[in-house]
Nanobody, 120 residues
């Protein structure tokens, strides 16, 4: 069972920055991917950003230019750097990892989530 442990959430002011970390208990290989999602109260969980083991990134249009995803492949840590924060960024942020098996199956795991609250 792979474990994902998020950290770095908390309270921030509008215009400020926060960096989230996601520590995976398993090595992230080339075909694997780690993503960040967020869920605001009463809303669905939305995609924020993803990065593959090979370094290919994808960032949601709603946060592009403000958020960036990166990873330390040696430590199996994935980061979400959030800049120019807005109150509407307030949500629980979840780390998601998808590990590809040799047979084509994909194992998917979620972290417990970390709260980010942005005050105006």
């Amino acid at each position: 069972q792979v474990q994902l442990v998020e950290s770095g959430g908390g309270l921030a002011q509008a215009g400020g920055s926060v960096r989230l970390s996601c520590q995976a208990s398993q090595t992230i290989f080339f075909d694997d991917a780690v993503a960040w999602y967020r869920q605001a109260p009463g809303k669905q969980r939305d995609f924020v950003a993803s990065i593959t083991g090979g370094g290919r990134t994808n960032v949601a249009a709603s946060v592009k230019g403000r958020f960036a995803i990166s990873r330390d492949i040696v430590k199996s840590i994935t980061y979400l750097q959030m800049n120019s924060l807005k109150p509407e960024d307030t949500a629980v942020y979840y780390c998601n990892a998808r590990f590809s098996r040799n047979n084509g199956d994909v194992d998917e795991y979620w972290g417990q989530g970390t709260q980010v609250t942005v005050s105006s």
